[in-house]
């Protein structure tokens, strides 16, 4: 069988990848989370550190999602309960991780997220997701954005 040349696209690769897969998941149905985060963790090949941290971002965003929302609907330019799933669970791991995780540099969240959304929306889309995190960021160094929210 000759190959094509496409590379075939995963967008849920790696550990922010699979948290947004998950979080689309739990988004759609009502099945429990640590089942659905058991079934992920067994297929994957992730190594025991990485196993960790998604376990700790998938509990986090939803742990925090009611403060998570309530920044990113304040800084997301549009309405960000219309914004698709995909895009509004890479934004809500990206600020889990620069507000709760200590050890994962902002910037790795933020381009990590903003990737994600340029594989599935585009430039322009991308583009505006990177205004919102820098208006974050400023914030974020400016002041204790997270007193501020009573953490």
């Known amino acids: 069988m000759k190959e094509s040349g496409y590379k075939s696209l995963n967008l849920y690769e790696g550990v922010r990848g699979l948290s947004v897969k998950i979080l689309n998941r739990i988004d759609r149905t009502d099945a429990y989370l640590d089942k659905m985060l058991d079934s992920e963790l067994r297929g994957s090949e992730l190594k025991s550190n990485d196993k960790a941290l998604l376990y700790e971002i998938v509990h986090g965003v939803i742990r925090y999602l009611g403060r998570i929302d309530w920044v990113l609907k304040g800084f997301y330019k549009g ?23 200590d050890k994962v540099p902002d910037y790795a969240a933020v381009n990590e997220a903003v990737d994600f959304v340029k594989k599935l929306q585009g430039e322009k889309a991308a583009n505006l997701q990177m205004q919102c995190f820098v208006i974050l960021l400023e914030i974020k160094r400016g002041s204790d954005i997270q007193s501020e929210m009573r953490i």
């Not at 995909?86 to 791991?93: A, D, E, F, G, I």
């Open 79 to 101: 309405q960000f309960s219309k914004c698709i799933p995909n895009v509004k669970n890479s934004m809500r791991v990206a600020l889990y991780q620069i507000l709760f995780l």
